[in-house]
């Protein structure tokens, strides 16, 4: 069996795991430039205990690879089922910083299940799409797929985790265009999310008016079918801001926190200020470890975590930044090109699936470092803080270097 | 279903893999342009202009008394800082200011090992600065690299009143403190919390929300100003709270009571709203802010009255006499006393080998239960709680609130021990026990003990024939539940007469209780209890009616002697205090 194993490891990509690897150095090394120099010893413990983490993380690694792919295949509805179930556990227990995404076990460290739904999701809709010979060419098909991701979206979302369930929601888009869905379908799906969201600034909404004009002309359906489409969206844009008006105070922050989960008693915009200035300052070599005096200013409440970037770019400089990136887009790059080339549907889905979500991980992470986007409590792959999120981590390599061999008898 | 073979046009690889590379490149434009476009602009942000964010600390809520006067107040004081990252010379720094402030430089260097918790957050140095020495370091401020002042709200008790054990205090958060308090409720290092008292249990309401400004800093450190980058966050201050007690009745209490070892509690039984509390002797509540020397310390640590006790809630005493009330009203309520009975009371009555002795030496001769109420014969409930089983009388007892916390809105508070058949089995064995122990239980003495807020609430359910809501501070307290004892109507009547007896008739024990104003009806029972300390403590419970107001008073004197010649008069200077006039009236029932 051992033996079998080891054939199994020499085969696939090992290039996945080295990558992984090198970047959850990289990540400890940032943690313990954190911790140096403060006196407390709570820094100290993010480093150690990420380090321990990774034990669990190898074991899982290790199950994750070696689990047959039909096995996976067969299981995966009824885990998918579990893991609704276990999503809604954290509703029961105890609120953590009025949040509700931890599952408490008596551990002197919190669990996180909404961490484990986003790979759950991708392989329970690559079974989907695989198993059923889909006509793609109609709307109406992508209706199931949708229902898979909105279910465990929706209810990450009442966490209220947005990050998280954006990660759960992308990947449905990639994997539908990877089977044959036409483009303006799954523009029909990202347009009235985008209504809504640029109804609260003019310029953006009078953009997005033309460029949907642009695409409805582009795609050429039937006349009614164009109007309604136009017409429906932009009659939702105008009415958000109506809508908006009539909701509660509370209700507004609660929705409003969505874009802003931490609990930040400095202000959003401060800690954005802060961390573009430490990645600034960090300049092209960076200041060295443990030298970034941004960093150590401690302005930046979850530097090892979310902000663990403005670390590195501190104190390691744009080189590093460089280096960083470049592995991330040859680890998801190599794995949609291993998605192309293997030899089952369900198999390249799946692949397709997890690269979707190391990208969309990847880019919020690097971007809200440096204020592309709005703050959302999104970790970087391998690198930051975080032992659920470095668990998932490893399954979701483990599976992408599992189902991209060749299906031969394991 | 494995079998459905991928067939991907490559387009479809290109598409995908183009837009993850526009994302990656996105991401790198957008670092170079930071990094090593813009770098100089940012790395003299960094260096030159450091943004500060300095928490404006929320003043604590007052704690005012039923009218609104000022119990405990505010007042703000200056503390100096250092950042221990922008000091240039440490020792140089401290130097420069023990010698222009005279404040010792190894307090410096203590309170900097003290409360060191980083490179760039401030160390505190001092408290307590004066206009004069702030003065003389801003002077030195060119020098002083890393050293700052703020403001900083202090408790301030405008000295009328001690009432310390109710009051609580409040203390810094230190690194221990830290650890074991709740992240979610957002303390700081060197933050206040309440940490006894109401102090403690209001916490919540009295501690408001911190705010918070930026400054900008140059790169000695020195303040440029504010940041105009950031908004200003304004403190929330914490919420007042309002409490029931009547400041002037007790300051007149704590005056009186000046060198005894005492308790005095008074209450309005219709809400179970607290008047005044006394426990003596006491503290200045001021002990805790840091202005007590060590010796000061000592002598209240080692003072062997026990200043710091708050006898109120945690001291344990037998209730003597008082408890009497529990006895006559078991036997009513169950039919098993006849009015018109008499015991005659020889002065001693004997059980078995044993001789138990009434107060009064010679005895009071023929008594009934109304004598034996009003002039707190002992012979005669020797007699008749007999009729009793002991499990019987510990369940009436407990229907009167004793052996439990009585639920007052303080931090903690003892329970006492009411003796049944289980615990008198467990101390002595199950033949080890006899009647002659419930002869003593039923005089309040013996194994059973009860603070004096219990004997509060115990006298405040027979003012209210029943029925009286928990004992309470905070005025407003939504916590207000009944505790409900039912008694027939007739009985409670018949005690009540009983208890006014007490005070008017010739040979009541009660007499001194009452200051004799017209249309003041007053009710009580005077206590004399024995103990292994000397001098037995002498109590009263009772309370006072005009006017449809009504006021319950609990007076416990420890080795006070009789409860007739030495609580009872205190409790008719309360009586006196609150009913005297039309406005000392208004002042303490106002509402």
Known sequence: MIQLFLQKFKESTLSILAIALFLTGVGLITLKSISTGHEGNYFQQSFYKQLFFLLPALIVFLIAFFIPRHTIHRYIYGLYGFMILLILIPFLGEEIASTYRWIRIGLPFGFQPSEFAKWIVVIALARYLSDHNLEMNYFS????????????????????????????????LPMLYWIGARPFHLFLMVAPLVSILTAFHWLSFSIWASIMVYVIFKAKPNLVFSISTFFGNLFLGLLSPVLWGLLKEYQKKRILTLFNPE???????????????????????????????????????????????????????????????????????????????????????????????????????????????????????????????????????????????????? | MLKAANLIPQKRLIVV??????????????????????????????????????????????????NGEIIVDNYPTYVLTAIPGEMIDKHKNFQIISKSTGIDISLLETNYKKYYRGKFLPA???????????????????????????????????????????????????????????????????????????????????????????????????????????KKENPIPGKDLQTSLLISLQQMLENLLDGKRAVVLVSSPKT????AMVSKPDYSPDLFIGATTVNEWQDIISNQDKPLLNR????????????????????????????????????????????FRCWKEGGHGKMDLEQAVTQSCNIYFYHLVQRLTLDEWAEACKSFGFGEMTGIDLASEAKGVIPNSTFMNKLYGRWGWSKGHLLN??????????????????????????????????????????????????????????????????????????????????????????????????????????????????????????????????????????FSSKESMKLAFSS
């Open chain 2, 312 to 355: 109120m809630t945690h001291g344990l005493y037998p209730p003597g006499s008082t408890l009497k009330m529990i006895t006559a009203m078991t036997l009513m309520e169950k039919g098993k006393v006849n009015y018109s009975e008499t015991i005659y009371c020889s002065g001693i009555y004997e059980l078995g080998d044993r001789h």
């Open chain 1, 141 to 172: 098909v992508s209706i199931a797929p949708i229902i898979i991701v909105l279910i465990p979206a929706s209810i990450v979302l009442n966490q209220p985790d947005l990050g998280t369930a954006i990660i759960i929601l992308v990947p449905v």
């Open chain 1, 263 to 410: 609990i930040d008693p400095l202000g959003a915009a401060y800690q954005i200020i802060q961390s573009k200035t430490a990645v600034g300052a960090g300049g092209l070599f960076g200041k060295g470890w443990g030298q970034g005096t941004q960093t150590h200013l401690k302005f930046l409440p979850v530097q090892e975590s979310d902000f663990i970037i403005s670390v590195v770019g501190e104190e390691f400089g744009f080189i590093a930044i460089l280096i960083l990136i470049t592995l991330f887009s040859l680890f998801i790059l190599r794995t949609m090109r291993l998605a192309y080339n293997v030899d089952d549907r369900f198999s390249s889905l799946v692949l397709v699936g997890l690269g979707t979500i190391f990208t969309a991980h990847v880019f919020v992470n690097f971007a809200m470092t440096v204020g592309m986007i709005p703050v959302k409590g999104l970790p970087l792959p391998f690198v930051s803080y975080g032992g659920s999120f470095l668990l998932s981590s490893y399954i979701m390599v483990a599976l992408i270097m599992n189902l991209s061999i060749d299906p031969k008898d394991y």
């Open chain 2, 441 to 578: 239980l039923s005089l309040g003495q013996g194994e059973l003990v009860v603070t004096p807020i219990q004997m509060m609430q115990y006298i405040n359910i027979i003012a209210m024939h029943g029925a009286a809501p928990t004992l309470h501070i905070a005025k407003g307290n939504p916590k207000i539940s009944s505790s409900i004892n039912h008694y027939s109507h007739q009985n409670w009547n018949r005690m009540e007469f009983f208890l006014r007896k007490v005070i008017t008739s010739v040979h009541g024990t009660g007499k001194r209780a009452n200051p004799g104003i017209p249309g003041l009806i007053i009710a009580g029972k005077t206590g004399t209890a024995q103990n292994s300390h000397g001098e037995p403590h002498a109590l009263f419970v009772g309370y006072g009616k005009k006017d449809n107001e009504l006021v319950s008073v609990v007076v416990l004197i420890e080795n006070g002697g009789s409860g007739s010649e030495t609580a009872a008069p205190i409790a008719g200077r309360v009586f006196e205090f609150l």
């Open chain 2, 272 to 275: 179970g709203a607290m008047l």
């Open chain 2, 17 to 66: 893999c183009g837009v993850v590379v526009i994302l990656m490149l996105s991401l790198i434009f957008r670092f170079f342009y930071l990094q090593v476009y813009y770098h100089e602009t940012y790395k003299q942000k960094a260096e030159v202009n450091r943004i500060r964010a300095i928490p404006l600390n929320a003043p604590r809520g007052l704690i005012l008394d039923r």
């Open chain 2, 124 to 230: 505190r140095l001092a408290k307590d600065l004066t206009f004069d020495q702030l003065s003389r370091i801003e002077e030195h401020k060119q020098e002083l690299t890393g050293i700052n002042y703020m403001q900083f709200p202090e408790r301030y008790f405008p000295r009328k009143i001690n009432a310390a054990h109710i009051l609580g205090y409040v203390k810094e958060v230190d690194q221990a403190l830290l650890k074991e308090l709740d992240l979610k409720d957002n303390y700081l290092y060197g933050d206040l919390i309440g940490w006894r008292g109401l102090e403690k249990v209001y916490e919540e309401s009295l501690r408001g929300e911190k705010g918070i400004y930026f400054v900008e800093v140059d790169a000695y450190g020195r303040e440029m100003g504010q940041s105009p980058d950031y």
